[in-house]
């Protein structure tokens, strides 16, 4: 039997095991990740736009 750990120490945990994160999404082909990639992007300039605009009618 192993002698006991220093008080205060923690227990010592069970090697954690190896979970496979599973995808929240399907995969999707490089095309529809593009195409939504390019629609993000144009959106993020969109209001990027809009605050400045706020920002300079302030």
């Known amino acids: 039997m192993p002698p ?4 205060g120490l923690a227990p010592p945990f069970p090697p954690p095991r190896r979970v496979r994160r599973a995808r929240p999404w399907p ?6 990740r593009q195409q ?3 629609q993000v992007a144009c ?3 969109r209001v990027r736009e809009e605050a400045r ?5 302030r």
């Open 27 to 32: 995969a999707l082909p490089a095309q529809a």
């Open 53 to 57: 605009r706020a920002d300079r009618a």
């Open 43 to 45: 959106l993020l300039r």
């Open 4 to 7: 006991c750990p220093p008080r």
């Open 36 to 38: 939504l990639a390019r």
